[in-house]
């Protein structure tokens, strides 16, 4: 009796919250960071705009070399180096002259399965 008394004046002290709401504080930060991380990755996917990707790079040496970048309809040509970045050229985009080169033989069953469009394990 004086066991169960002494636990009702302890749980039911002035200013200490009770663990259901410290367990229901941590369940609502939890969700928040699981809500804003989910809208952080639909917007590093892309959520509209322009389409930019990086369509070929050749390496001159170390930590240099030429890009070819596609923002949305236009194609940049960029040297690129330590010091430096430069535009070399800017033309409009044209699907059958920046169209990325075939993989050689030897890769292609292997690049397939890279991307996750090896036809042979679909059924």
Request: hydrophobic content about 45%; glycine content about 10%.
């Amino acid at each position: 009796m004086i066991a169960a008394r002494f636990i009702l004046a302890t749980a039911a002290q002035p200013g200490a919250p009770s663990w259901w709401k410290l367990i229901g504080a941590f369940l609502i930060v939890f969700a928040l960071l699981i809500v804003f991380l989910k809208l952080l990755g639909r917007m590093q996917r892309g959520g509209g705009g322009t389409e930019a990707s990086l369509l070929r790079i050749h390496a001159l040496g170390p930590r240099r070399s030429v890009e070819v970048l596609r923002c949305g309809e236009t194609v940049y040509t960029l040297y690129r180096s330590d010091q430096a970045m430069v535009l070399l050229s800017q033309e409009p985009f044209d699907p059958r002259r920046h169209a990325p080169p075939p993989p050689s033989p030897a890769l292609a069953g292997w690049l397939d399965r890279l991307r996750g469009t090896d036809r042979r394990h679909r059924g």
